[in-house]
């Protein structure tokens, strides 16, 4: 009995120290890390990409349809039948991808850019060496310098371009799409074939931005294509133009000649180039510029470097320059009205693309009103009107200028055009739109603060022939040269009388 007591103690205790065992157990394994070639074609949906929102109800989203991953801020959020812009900050996120074993890495992916008021700051690439999960403030982010990404004319997927992670060879990284939309703007973002493989990447002269935007350097067109809302010098070599009856920069680009349209030309960084995508159509007004540049009279212009003063904006549905006022060609030829030196310019705002840094104060709105003052992406203006269902609304609504420094300057003049409309309003009382200065105004009501209005006189208006704009020159007073100035374009009505006003072009000088 005594030998068995002892065995059964034995086993006993060879039981407990079994299943008491101080061995960790072993940890929920986690993702590997990606080894190259990486690809993810987003045909099945997001893959080993996960995605977080940092601002906005709009997300990255799969279309089972049509085998992308794709996200936009322009949506109808309310119900009403009609789409709005809505801001939103989102990331599409790779998992780790493991560069270790390579000395160079390349980049590339297809997408669609469509939209955008400036894709440069609103469609991004950044990498990661030590994000986890979670919000991308969790992690340092470094931005990834790529081709210049522009919008589309169409829906048709283009390259992005290779780009070059060979500064994170040796490491183990994660690669991120940043979304960025606002309420006055929202793009559209669809990518695919997304692919890290080893390599280094090839870049072209032409993939570069150069130049400031002025006679002496004037911007390339990669950089103008980047640079839209001003009026700047731009440089390039004539290669075509948009020629067809249709009038589509997509399907009627036109390279070789014969041309039948002399009103726009297609220009590049490259003489040879044939990829619309990389070209800046350039609107010919008629006169001198169209006599001296179009392709139908001046065939021999093919291939010759032109330099450019003119608009910055969209044309053909794609960044472009318009209203081009003078040309110089490299044989010398020259023609048009040469620009007065822009040196003097201490602040402008065209609002070709959208208010810019201006900020709208409402003190008076209706609920009726959607809103007061807006930006037009057609006309290319900030607009206020409190007239909607037919009905006028009393209103008082400001747009404000960041703070300027004026110290130290002196014959300082504020330049605008502005117009009102429709016909039916042009007898309207001018006192209901106001120009007015100020350098204590911070935030909230601008009537808290001490303004003093510029003199608009009623004289400046059309008022034979509306919406046609009109050039304004005002003084600002001695006494606001200084820090912290502030210009406002204040628009009032009553139940009553309502007009439209609109307001482009503004620059202090």
Not at 393 to 414: F, H, M, Q, R
Request: net charge negative; charged share 20%.
């Amino acid at each position: 009995m005594k030998t068995s007591f002892l065995n059964y103690l034995v086993i006993i205790t060879i039981f407990i120290l079994g299943g008491c065992s101080n061995v960790d157990e072993p940890e929920e394994p986690t993702s590997p890390a990606q080894s190259l070639p990486f690809i993810e074609t987003f045909e099945q949906g997001f893959g080993k990409f996960t995605t977080q929102n940092v601002l906005g109800d709009q997300v990255w989203e799969y279309s089972p349809q049509y085998k992308y991953v794709m996200i936009t801020g322009y949506v109808d959020a309310d119900g009403d039948g009609t789409k709005e812009n809505h801001a939103n900050e989102d990331w599409l996120i790779s998992p780790e991808i493991d560069l270790s074993n390579v000395t160079a890495a390349k980049l590339t992916f297809e997408h669609v850019i469509r939209y955008f008021d400036n894709p440069a700051t609103e469609a991004t690439l950044w990498v990661s060496e030590n994000y986890i999960d979670g919000l991308p403030s969790t992690a340092t982010w470094t931005q990834l310098t790529t081709p210049l990404f522009t919008n589309f004319s169409d829906w048709t997927f283009g390259s992005s371009g290779e780009i070059s992670l060979t500064p994170y060879a040796g490491k183990k990284i994660r690669i991120a799409f940043k979304y960025i939309s606002t309420d006055t703007k929202a793009g559209t973002w669809e990518i695919k074939n997304f692919k890290v493989e080893e390599g280094e990447a090839t870049t072209t002269p032409a993939d570069t931005p150069t130049g400031e935007g002025t006679e002496t350097s004037p911007y390339n067109v990669i950089a103008a294509i980047q640079n839209q809302g001003n009026s700047k010098w731009v440089t390039g070599y004539i290669v075509g133009n948009i020629d067809g009856s249709g009038m589509s920069i997509t399907t009627e680009s036109k390279f070789t000649p014969p041309f039948t349209v002399k009103t726009n030309l297609l220009i590049a960084d490259s003489p040879t180039e044939t990829d619309y995508k990389k070209c800046l159509p350039v609107q010919l007004p008629a006169g001198v510029v169209r006599d001296g540049l179009n392709l139908v009279d001046k065939a021999n212009n093919l291939g010759k470097k032109v330099k450019l003063y003119g608009s910055l904006e969209t044309y053909f549905g794609v960044p472009g320059l318009k209203g081009v006022s003078y040309f110089e060609l490299e044989d010398g030829t020259s023609g048009g009205t040469k620009p007065s030196d822009t040196s003097d310019v201490i602040f402008s705002e065209t609002f070709a693309n959208s208010k810019g840094d201006f900020t709208i104060v409402d003190v008076i709105k209706n609920p009726a009103l959607s809103y007061i003052w807006t930006h037009d992406a057609s006309y290319k203006c900030m607009k206020a009107s409190a007239y909607a269902n037919s009905t006028n609304y009393e209103s008082e609504s400001w747009l404000i200028s960041p703070a300027i420094n004026l110290s130290g300057k002196t014959n300082v003049t504020l330049n605008f055009e502005h117009t009102i409309g429709p016909a039916s309003q042009l007898g309207i009382d001018k006192s209901h739109f106001t120009v007015w200065v100020s350098n204590n105004y911070s935030t909230g009501n601008p009537n808290e603060a001490t303004w003093t209005k510029l003199d608009l006189s009623a004289s400046s208006f059309n008022t034979t022939t509306p919406w046609t704009f009109v050039p304004v020159s005002l003084t600002i007073p001695s006494q606001y040269l200084t820090s912290n100035v502030r210009i406002a374009f204040k628009y009032t009505s009553t139940n009553t009388a309502s007009a439209t006003w609109e307001v482009k072009k503004v620059e202090v000088k």
